[in-house]
């Protein structure tokens, strides 16, 4: 992963080394992705959510929070290679741009790249499946931020998970790679283009871990050790450059939510008891 260690392991920071007894955890005891994703994206490690079902989250999440602040009105967008997306934010009552899994792109004057990638998608032969190719995820957001300068951009990915379900290690590793070049080329983007340029900071992380032994490492769940084992990278001006992190700490994916809100300014508190959010001394910490 070039970009990873050539460039943000140098301009940002990479958390969740346990070797160091650096960690980062989910803090939802299932481990597994609707459970995952909705603790990330609400704050909450919701117990009710127990199996990857097609079912309405009625938990708020940040980016409809963020897109009903006057600042960021229609601004706010998320595109994703999994389907049950749909379900996790809850597009049956938000407001946000979502795009997942292959559902056609719909909006006001389509590029000729939106075009093209919708004709691809409605003959793509894997389109009846819940995880979209992340190539099309990627592009459909790419050519979204250029044409349309959202201020706030979810994107996630699904094929190394697909992989790793299947066995695939040498897929699973393919697909970690191309991650690494979309990050590349996002990084690239934002640092070239004016809206964006000395303004944009990156989050990454991942909904779960994996099994954390040889015979395991494709699976993931309560009963799985290692499923709770994730990680952390930022870059970016909201944040110092601090490598790899060394020191003895423990970050939760229920703590993002309420970081993010920090940094653009706003208090996002869902109506559950949560950790409580990272402080930027926290985040930054060598």
Known sequence: ??????????KGSLYGN?????????????????????????GYADPALITNSKKWN??????????????YKNKVAAFASWNLFEYI????????????????????SLSDTEILTNAVQTNAVNNVKST?????????????????????????FGETDEYAHGGNYDGYLQAAHLFDEY?????????????????????????????QRPGSWARHGLFTPGSSNTWLMTIGPAFESNGE??????????????????????QFDPPHPVNDPLSISTI???
Do not use: C
């Open 1 to 10: 992963m070039p970009f990873v260690w050539k460039t943000l392991a140098k």
């Open 132 to 156: 979209r190719n992340d190539m099309l995820t990627f592009v459909t957001a790419k050519e979204y931020i250029q044409n349309m300068h959202p201020k706030v951009v979810y994107l996630s």
């Open 58 to 71: 009625s938990n708020e999440n940040l980016l409809e929070f963020l897109n009903r602040q006057s600042g």
């Open 183 to 211: 990050l590349a080329q996002l990084w690239y983007l934002v640092n070239k283009d004016p809206f964006y340029k000395n303004n944009t900071s990156f989050i990454i992380t991942t909904d779960h871990g994996r099994g």
């Open 89 to 108: 934010l809850n597009k049956a009552q938000g407001s946000i741009y979502l795009n997942s899994g292959y559902q056609t792109i719909i909006h006001d």
């Open 284 to 286: 930054n910490k060598r």
């Open 18 to 42: 346990r070797n160091y007894n650096n960690k980062v955890s989910v803090a939802n005891p299932y481990r597994f992705s609707y459970a995952g994703y909705n603790e990330i994206l609400t």
């Open 245 to 266: 992190l060394k020191n003895k700490q423990e970050i939760f994916n229920n703590q993002l939510a309420q970081t993010i809100a920090g940094i653009l300014g706003y």
